[in-house]
């Protein structure tokens, strides 16, 4: 059987990006592989062994084209309503919350959020599927 380890984003500034994920997820570095061309770090919190791979290729200067193939990454929180405030107030500039509703029942309830690089973060409701 298959399991998830990590997922990664290509990243322009390894201090800022490291900062966001601590400060609105508490993502801390794991492990930190630096290389002549790039360098590797993990970040992992105590909820899950998934963990985020930053890679932070040396002497880029532009910002990556996300495209139109990328979608989102999420994270589950225990108070929505409490963690949007505190994004607010962070300066993350996150989007209104939704309560998701096919067929009149709520299944979701979520905002989205960009990091520094504009990679788009879902923030749901722990509850139901969103564990």
Same mark, same amino acid.
Not at 25 to 30: N, Q, R, S, T, V
Not at 103 to 108: H, K, N, T, W, Y
């Given at each position: ?34 290389f ?11 909820? %899950?062994? #998934? ?10 200067? *532009?910002?990556?084209?996300? !495209?139109?193939? $990328? ?11 409490a ?24 299944? %979701?309830? #979520? ?10 973060? *879902?923030?749901?409701?722990? !509850?139901?599927? $969103?564990?």
């Amino acid at each position: 059987m298959a399991k998830a380890i990590h997922s990664m984003i290509r990243v322009l500034d390894e201090a800022r990006s490291v900062s966001f994920y601590d400060e609105a997820f508490g993502l801390k570095i794991a492990d930190r592989l630096d290389f002549d061309t790039f360098t590797l770090v993990y970040l992992s919190n105590p909820e %899950a062994d #998934f963990e985020l791979e930053l890679t932070i290729n040396k002497g880029r200067t *532009e910002p990556y084209d996300l !495209g139109d193939g $990328y979608g989102h990454l999420a994270f589950a929180v225990d108070d929505l309503t409490a963690e949007h405030e505190r994004f607010a107030a962070a300066g993350f500039a996150p989007r209104p919350m939704v309560d998701f509703a096919p067929g009149g029942e709520v299944i %979701a309830r #979520f905002f989205f959020v960009a990091d520094p690089d504009g990679y788009q973060i *879902e923030v749901l409701q722990r !509850g139901g599927r $969103y564990r």
